[in-house]
Protein backbone atom coordinates (compact mmCIF):
# COMPACT_ATOMS: atom_id res chain seq x y z
CA UNK A 1 0.00 0.00 0.00
CA UNK A 2 2.89 2.50 0.84
CA UNK A 3 4.63 1.47 -2.23
CA UNK A 4 1.30 3.00 -4.36
CA UNK A 5 1.32 6.04 -2.29
CA UNK A 6 4.44 7.12 -2.59
CA UNK A 7 5.53 5.68 -5.95
CA UNK A 8 2.80 7.05 -7.94
CA UNK A 9 1.74 3.86 -9.00
CA UNK A 10 -1.81 2.45 -8.47
CA UNK A 11 -2.02 -0.85 -7.91
CA UNK A 12 -5.01 -3.42 -7.69
CA UNK A 13 -5.24 -4.94 -4.25
CA UNK A 14 -7.13 -7.50 -2.78
CA UNK A 15 -7.97 -6.48 0.85
CA UNK A 16 -8.35 -8.61 3.88
CA UNK A 17 -12.01 -9.26 3.00
CA UNK A 18 -11.11 -11.01 -0.06
CA UNK A 19 -12.63 -7.88 -1.67
CA UNK A 20 -10.78 -6.16 -4.89
CA UNK A 21 -9.76 -2.81 -5.25
CA UNK A 22 -7.41 0.37 -6.54
CA UNK A 23 -4.76 2.09 -4.18
CA UNK A 24 -4.33 4.86 -5.84
CA UNK A 25 -0.99 6.85 -5.68
CA UNK A 26 0.29 9.59 -4.27
CA UNK A 27 -0.22 12.14 -6.85
CA UNK A 28 0.20 12.19 -10.15
CA UNK A 29 4.16 11.50 -9.83
CA UNK A 30 6.45 11.54 -12.39
CA UNK A 31 10.01 11.25 -11.85
CA UNK A 32 12.56 13.83 -12.04
CA UNK A 33 15.19 13.86 -14.76
CA UNK A 34 18.44 15.71 -14.54
CA UNK A 35 19.77 16.42 -11.48
CA UNK A 36 17.03 14.71 -9.68
CA UNK A 37 18.31 11.49 -9.15
CA UNK A 38 14.63 9.27 -8.75
CA UNK A 39 13.34 11.87 -6.19
CA UNK A 40 9.67 12.03 -7.08
CA UNK A 41 7.96 15.04 -8.04
CA UNK A 42 4.67 15.92 -5.75
CA UNK A 43 3.98 18.80 -6.63
CA UNK A 44 1.30 19.49 -9.52
CA UNK A 45 3.35 22.73 -10.56
CA UNK A 46 6.39 19.98 -11.22
CA UNK A 47 8.19 21.44 -7.50
CA UNK A 48 8.97 19.20 -4.88
CA UNK A 49 6.25 19.23 -2.37
CA UNK A 50 5.90 19.68 1.97
CA UNK A 51 3.05 17.87 1.53
CA UNK A 52 3.01 14.67 0.64
CA UNK A 53 6.24 12.20 0.90
CA UNK A 54 8.78 12.05 3.76
CA UNK A 55 8.31 15.06 5.87
CA UNK A 56 10.42 16.61 8.46
CA UNK A 57 9.36 18.80 11.27
CA UNK A 58 11.06 21.08 14.62
CA UNK A 59 8.83 18.89 17.48
CA UNK A 60 10.82 16.97 19.77
CA UNK A 61 7.67 15.14 21.65
CA UNK A 62 8.02 11.84 21.57
CA UNK A 63 5.91 9.31 19.44
CA UNK A 64 2.58 7.73 21.18
CA UNK A 65 -0.46 6.03 19.49
CA UNK A 66 -2.41 9.26 19.45
CA UNK A 67 0.28 10.84 17.02
CA UNK A 68 -1.17 11.51 13.98
CA UNK A 69 0.46 14.90 12.58
CA UNK A 70 3.96 16.27 12.61
CA UNK A 71 4.15 18.83 16.33
CA UNK A 72 6.09 21.88 14.18
CA UNK A 73 6.15 21.18 10.56
CA UNK A 74 9.12 22.25 8.93
CA UNK A 75 7.69 24.33 5.38
CA UNK A 76 9.34 24.21 2.01
CA UNK A 77 11.34 27.25 0.90
CA UNK A 78 14.62 29.61 1.89
CA UNK A 79 13.24 32.10 4.20
CA UNK A 80 14.34 31.28 7.98
CA UNK A 81 13.17 28.27 9.70
CA UNK A 82 12.76 26.81 6.02
CA UNK A 83 13.82 24.01 3.99
CA UNK A 84 14.26 23.42 0.43
CA UNK A 85 12.98 19.43 -0.49
CA UNK A 86 14.42 17.87 -2.88
CA UNK A 87 11.08 15.33 -3.04
CA UNK A 88 10.52 11.85 -1.82
CA UNK A 89 12.51 8.05 -3.36
CA UNK A 90 11.12 4.62 -2.86
CA UNK A 91 13.09 1.72 -3.73
CA UNK A 92 12.53 -1.04 -5.45
CA UNK A 93 11.07 -3.91 -2.87
CA UNK A 94 14.32 -5.79 -1.95
CA UNK A 95 14.45 -9.73 -1.29
CA UNK A 96 16.12 -11.60 1.14
CA UNK A 97 15.37 -15.08 2.59
CA UNK A 98 13.40 -14.22 5.55
CA UNK A 99 12.03 -10.59 4.64
CA UNK A 100 11.15 -7.68 2.02
CA UNK A 101 11.58 -4.35 2.54
CA UNK A 102 11.04 -0.83 0.86
CA UNK A 103 13.47 2.33 1.54
CA UNK A 104 12.02 5.67 1.95
CA UNK A 105 14.04 8.57 1.77
CA UNK A 106 14.24 12.13 1.73
CA UNK A 107 16.42 15.16 1.19
CA UNK A 108 16.32 18.78 2.31
CA UNK A 109 18.51 21.88 1.86
CA UNK A 110 19.18 24.83 4.17
CA UNK A 111 19.30 27.67 1.92
CA UNK A 112 17.27 30.33 5.13
CA UNK A 113 20.62 31.67 6.13
CA UNK A 114 20.90 29.82 9.60
CA UNK A 115 20.62 26.73 11.55
CA UNK A 116 17.63 24.39 11.39
CA UNK A 117 17.18 21.49 13.63
CA UNK A 118 14.98 18.62 12.80
CA UNK A 119 13.28 16.35 16.03
CA UNK A 120 10.57 15.07 13.89
CA UNK A 121 10.12 13.05 10.41
CA UNK A 122 6.66 11.86 8.79
CA UNK A 123 5.07 9.92 6.11
CA UNK A 124 2.41 11.49 4.22
CA UNK A 125 0.62 10.21 2.42
CA UNK A 126 -2.45 11.30 -0.03
CA UNK A 127 -6.32 10.87 0.63
CA UNK A 128 -7.36 11.09 -2.90
CA UNK A 129 -9.68 7.99 -3.74
CA UNK A 130 -11.65 6.87 -6.89
CA UNK A 131 -14.61 9.38 -6.25
CA UNK A 132 -11.59 12.53 -6.69
CA UNK A 133 -11.48 14.52 -9.18
CA UNK A 134 -8.34 15.28 -9.00
CA UNK A 135 -5.53 13.54 -7.37
CA UNK A 136 -4.87 16.39 -4.70
CA UNK A 137 -6.26 15.38 -1.82
CA UNK A 138 -5.69 15.72 2.10
CA UNK A 139 -3.00 15.08 3.27
CA UNK A 140 -2.70 11.79 5.71
CA UNK A 141 -0.28 11.19 8.16
CA UNK A 142 0.72 7.08 8.17
CA UNK A 143 4.00 7.81 10.69
CA UNK A 144 5.47 9.85 12.83
CA UNK A 145 9.11 9.24 14.35
CA UNK A 146 10.73 11.65 16.88
CA UNK A 147 14.46 11.03 16.43
CA UNK A 148 16.39 9.84 19.14
CA UNK A 149 19.40 12.29 17.52
CA UNK A 150 18.18 15.78 16.36
CA UNK A 151 19.47 16.18 12.73
CA UNK A 152 21.10 19.54 12.79
CA UNK A 153 21.60 21.26 9.20
CA UNK A 154 23.68 24.89 9.39
CA UNK A 155 22.74 27.12 6.40
CA UNK A 156 23.98 25.41 3.06
CA UNK A 157 23.78 21.80 4.02
CA UNK A 158 21.94 18.77 3.27
CA UNK A 159 20.25 16.96 5.54
CA UNK A 160 19.14 12.74 4.44
CA UNK A 161 16.65 10.96 6.31
CA UNK A 162 16.02 6.91 5.31
CA UNK A 163 13.46 4.49 6.42
CA UNK A 164 12.89 0.82 5.74
CA UNK A 165 9.71 -0.53 5.83
CA UNK A 166 10.40 -4.22 6.27
CA UNK A 167 7.63 -7.52 6.26
CA UNK A 168 8.59 -10.80 7.62
CA UNK A 169 8.25 -13.28 4.66
Known sequence: MLYSFFTGNARSITNITSASSTIYPLASLALSS?????????DASGYYSDQFGLVVGTDSSSTSSGTVALGAHIRDGIDTGELKYYGTRVSEVVYTASYASIFIEGIFENDSGGEI????????????TAAY???????????????????????GEYGKIIYEIRIAL
Not at 117 to 127: D, F, K, V
Not at 133 to 155: F, K, N, Q
Open 133 to 155: TSYWGTPICVERTALSSPLVLSD
Open 117 to 128: TINESGLYANGA
Open 34 to 42: GGGGGYARV
